[in-house]
């Protein structure tokens, strides 16, 4: 009898050690990912793709440019419509559930330009979800430079806002809380143009919202 109880002593002692190493190996995680700043993480170089045009997408059927009716269509009536007006263009915000959608007249039509997503049940293009990792969502663009600000680039963010570049301008940044894809149109004949955008928020190391849109500068 007496060898039996130790073994089943020896046996609850070992749980209890295995579980107290757990919670301390999950503290020490949590505690990690809390201080660390991925701004400043050592990335490694590839050859994906910079953002472009056709990664502003909404699941597998709604993108730039689709129709309100194609909208609606997919995703129902929203829980909450307004409309409004901005750079002499009627707008249409249309509201669901941790989605929010921003369509910009087109003839006699409204198109969708802007997208906010705040729910993982939304994916983007190259299957990008809120609650993804965000060193795995770097991962899936372009990385020319392992450390600093840019991950990759033509000219620095300042340009953006220099009439004189009338080039296509196209980045990707990273800082402490988001990280930011652009890429917006050549200046023609003085034309203000169109910038395409890719915004991620991220918290503890993980995508808390995804915003893209492509308007007006």
Known sequence: ????????????????VASILAIIFATIILITNINKNYAEVTLRKND???????????????????????VKKELGSPKKEKKYEKNSYRYKELEYKGLKLILRENY???????AEITKKKYKTSRNIKVGDKILKVMKKYKIENKKGTYMYGNYSTDALSESEIEDRIYLGVRGKNEIAYINRDEIID???PNIAKLELSYKYGKVTKILWSYDFE
């Open 1 to 16: 009898m007496k060898k039996k109880e130790i073994k089943t002593d020896t046996y609850k002692k070992i749980i209890i």
């Open 190 to 192: 003085g034309e203000k």
């Open 108 to 114: 006699n039509d409204y198109i969708l330009v802007k």
């Open 48 to 70: 994906k793709t910079i953002f472009s045009i056709a990664d502003l997408t909404l699941g597998d059927k709604l993108k730039f440019k689709s129709t309100e009716k194609e």
